[in-house]
C-alpha cells in the first residue's frame, strides 16, 4: 500500500483514509494502521516498524522525514524520525540504499551536515528492527535521553509533504 500510493501518485493518503472511514470496518484493520502511519509520513516499511516500536516505547512523538534547515536556512537533511524538542535524528540506513558506492557516499555527506550542526543521529538496521526491537527502543532511548542533556541545535523542522 505505501508502494503503490507513493508510485501511482494518484491518491493522497489522506484521502484514502477518509474513503475507508466511509466503508466498512470489517477486515480493514491492518490497512488503517498502514494508512494511520502513511498520514504521519511514514515512507517505508521498516520506517512502519519503526512507527509501531516508538508509538508504545513511552517515547515523545517524533515527526517522521521531517526536512530539517539549519540557522541560515540551508537543508541539513531529512531523518526517517526526528525528535524535535532535542534535535535527535533517527535513520534506517537498509544495505540495498545506503551503502552502494554512491549510497554511501550521500550517507556520510548527511550524517556530516548533522554532525555539523550539533545534531545526534541514531543509525537503526531494518534487519535490527525485526530481530531486536527492545534493544532498538532501548539504542533511541538512550541517545534520546543523551540528547536531552545537552543544548538543542539551532535547527528548524518542517514537515514533509507527500506529493
Not at 148 to 160: G, I, L, S, W
Request: aromatic share 8%.
Amino acid at each position: 500500500m505505501i508502494e503503490a500510493i507513493q508510485a501511482g501518485k494518484r491518491c493522497h493518503p489522506h484521502q484514502l483514509k477518509a474513503e475507508m472511514e466511509l466503508g466498512s470496518r470489517r477486515g480493514t484493520g491492518l490497512p488503517r494502521e498502514i494508512l494511520r502511519s502513511l498520514t504521519a509520513h511514514v515512507r517505508s516499511v521498516p520506517e512502519l516498524r519503526a512507527f509501531e516500536l516508538v508509538k508504545r516505547s513511552g517515547l515523545p512523538d517524533p515527526m517522521w522525514n521531517a526536512r530539517i534547515y539549519d540557522a541560515e536556512g540551508s537543508y541539513v537533511g531529512c531523518p526517517d524520525a526526528w525528535f524535535d524538542d532535542v534535535g535527535l535524528a533517527v535513520e534506517i540506513d537498509s544495505f540495498d540504499f545506503h551503502f552502494s558506492r554512491s549510497g554511501y557516499a550521500n550517507t556520510v555527506r548527511r550524517n556530516t551536515r548533522y554532525a555539523m550542526r550539533g545534531i545526534s543521529v541514531v543509525q537503526i538496521l531494518p534487519s535490527r528492527i525485526r530481530t531486536e526491537p527492545d534493544a532498538v527502543v532501548a539504542d533511541i532511548r538512550r541517545a534520546y535521553l543523551t540528547a536531552a542533556d545537552r543544548r538543542r541545535p539551532n535547527v528548524v523542522a518542517r514537515h514533509a509533504q507527500l506529493e
